[in-house]
């Protein structure tokens, strides 16, 4: 079945920083989701994008299809930004989304 | 905005309990599903509903079982809870898989 990796595994940056999160798959795909997870547990939706370039705020996500990745990218950076993002695919033909192990992003006052 | 609403965010239960966690959703979505989230192994699906009183295995359905009687409403039922259902269990509700899932605050589970 499709894989999904995502890198790096951990990210320390100061505020105001910018950041860039990668999510590879192994097989192509017709959606592509990214998610944040605060530190109460909560997946919070932040994109859905099968393709080309989606922006909200601070925030823009990029996936290229044809290449079997996506990037998310992180502006000025806030504190409030810390948690888990995820990236997820679902599975050709089955109702079900794989998940990358995600990328821990802690931002520093 | 879609909302999905799991009816407690930490839970104590004992070993051996029968234990309910509950999840209902407002957006008249056809899918619904549990995950549970453990350190080092990521989201694994436990079940998920396509329908009304219809029910599919995910990758971990071992110790669980399901109930979907209404389109809103989807439990996860612990039958005899054991110390490793210890976890974080996440809902989420979808249209269809193609325009994305949203997700629940999470359970904290933990069983003594």
């Known amino acids: 079945g499709i894989q999904v990796e995502q890198s790096p595994p951990d990210l320390i940056l100061q505020e105001g920083a910018n950041s860039t999160l990668r999510c590879n798959f192994s097989d192509s795909v017709n959606n592509l989701q990214w998610f944040h997870q605060n530190p109460w547990g909560q997946l919070i939706n932040l994109f859905y994008i099968p393709s080309g370039t989606k922006q909200n705020g601070r925030l823009s996500a990029t996936t290229v299809a044809t290449e079997r990745y996506s990037l998310l990218y992180i502006s000025s950076s806030q504190t409030t930004d810390s948690g888990v993002y995820f990236c997820a695919a679902p599975v050709q033909g089955a109702q079900k989304l794989v998940f990358g192990q995600g990328t821990r992003l802690t931002i520093n006052p | 905005d879609v909302k999905v609403t799991q009816s407690s965010r930490y839970l104590v239960k004992r070993t051996g309990e029968k234990v309910f966690l509950e999840c209902v959703q407002d957006?008249?979505?056809?899918?619904m599903f549990w995950y549970r989230q453990d350190p080092g192994l990521g989201l694994r699906l436990i079940y998920f509903s396509y329908d009304v009183k219809m029910k599919e295995k995910g990758d971990i359905p071992e110790g669980y079982s399901v109930s979907r009687e209404k389109k809103e409403r989807f439990s996860l039922i612990l039958e005899s809870a054991s110390t490793n259902q210890t976890s974080m269990y996440l809902c989420?509700?979808?249209?269809?898989?193609?325009?994305?899932?949203?997700f629940g605050q999470g359970t904290r589970l933990t069983v003594v």
């Open positions: 957006m008249d979505h056809e899918n």
């Open positions: 989420a509700s979808s249209l269809s898989l193609g325009v994305g899932a949203f």
